[in-house]
């Protein structure tokens, strides 16, 4: 058992280490290349303020949002909301307006810029998504309770095992 505790405990410290180091990479990152994005529009134009000051709060409230609705079905043992059309959507929004920030902010797009913007988001989104899965202090239950139902078989049907 106690070593048991000690892995889950190991468990949690790497989330947040992980959490730690993606999460505030991202949003600098997302600040960056907002700005050097909305400098590409015209002189006088309102929106070339919009991607760096929009975008980060907007990744945060939609990975987080998806985040806590997704923990809260594992919690309580219901259907993956990440089936639900509007949530999927709302992370490929954000996924797809990071991107496309990364590469519309250097001069020379190239597939490079894009595998690093790919890798930034896919990274910095992860890291939010998984805050209020390692914040709540029921993970190490969670994680026992679904590992005793995989090794018992008792699995119920139709549920997610996301």
């Not at 990479?25 to 909305?38: K, S």
């Not at 594992?74 to 949530?87: F, K």
């Amino acid at each position: 058992m106690g070593e048991q505790r000690g892995a889950l405990r190991g468990l949690r410290v790497l989330m947040w280490v992980v959490i730690a180091i993606e999460v505030p990479v991202y949003l600098v990152w997302l600040v960056r290349v907002g700005y050097l994005t909305g400098q590409e529009l015209p002189r006088g134009d309102v929106a070339r303020w919009a991607p760096p000051v929009l975008l980060p709060p907007v990744a945060v409230l939609f990975c987080v949002m998806a985040g806590w609705t997704w923990w809260l079905s594992v919690v309580a043992r219901t259907r993956s909301p990440l089936r639900e059309g509007w949530i999927v959507a709302s992370l490929v929004f954000t996924a797809v307006s990071s991107v496309f920030c990364g590469v519309a902010s250097v001069d020379d797009p190239s597939v490079s810029v894009g595998l690093l913007s790919a890798a930034v988001t896919g990274l910095g989104m992860i890291g939010l998504f998984f805050i209020p899965a390692a914040a709540p202090r029921q993970l190490p239950d969670v994680i026992r309770r679904r590992a005793a139902e995989r090794r018992a078989g008792a699995g119920r049907p139709g549920l997610d095992d996301a």
